[in-house]
């Protein structure tokens, strides 16, 4: 049974089905309104969401399925002490796909390892967060024409920042990436990325805290939140959070084709007067990531 617990799951050719498949279904959406009827998607998370899940619930709708599911731990048996091993085994004799998110990194591997169903990993705290990344590599496709070729900024929070590690993960694999890693120094990308990712794959990679130096290299602007619920101690988010917001005038020595991305939300990072702006692709992002979750949907329950 197929799972998608990290993006490394995935080789390039099964990605780019995917973008594939999702880019068929943005052009003919009634080909695919019936291709999962009588199949129900159950969304188990134990962490806040908006995009994710709803995206998800969409997705499985415009597919003709249906859903079910619990949008936060307190709602369910594991206020009651149920572990994620026996949930996911409970869901399976009512769902035929499991999308969980959960604030532990490696919960979602722990319930693919005793599902019955397909199991989506839709974030597992600061590991990993797959989904975003089939949703990004979408936008930059549809964006930008290409998945190669390409000198990436990515901006705020790359230590904690799931969204972030799986990019870079991803990315790393087609040719001719080259990554501009911006940040204050505590939040840096942690050693394993730098080690396991960048250098064992010989991508080019430089470390700063100054964006606008960086901003007239860039074809991509990946902006990222502080994430708040991730740090132990209150008065280093206080410092930390407001480090970085982009606005226009940040933006004036940017390529005329920049592409800015967020995987939102978006706290105040991005400036809203930056919304206006024709190089900025996060709301595009959103609904994008509905059209690669339909994909993926169809590829996990192998529906033609
Ligand atoms: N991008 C993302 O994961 O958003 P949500 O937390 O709202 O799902």
Known sequence: MKHLIDIKDLTIEEIQNLIDVAKDIMQNKEKYSKKCDGKKLATL???????????FEAAMMELGGNVLGFSSANS?????GESIADTVRVVGCYADIIAIRHPKEGAALVAAMKSEVPVINAGDGGHSHPTQTLTDLLTIQCEKGRLSNLTIGICGDLKFGRTVHSLITAMSRYQNIKFV?????????????????????HIEYLETDNLEEKMPYLDILYMTRVQKERFFNEDDYIRLKDYYILNKEKLKNAKKDLCIMHPLPRVNEISTEVDEDKRACYFKQVRYGKYIRMALILNLLEVE
């Open 181 to 201: 890693l911006i940040s204050p120094k505590e939040l840096k990308i942690p050693d394993y990325i730098k080690k396991e990712v960048l250098e064992k794959n």
């Open 76 to 80: 369910s048996s594991a206020a009651k």
């Open 45 to 55: 998370f134990y962490e806040p969401s908006t995009r994710t899940r709803l995206s």
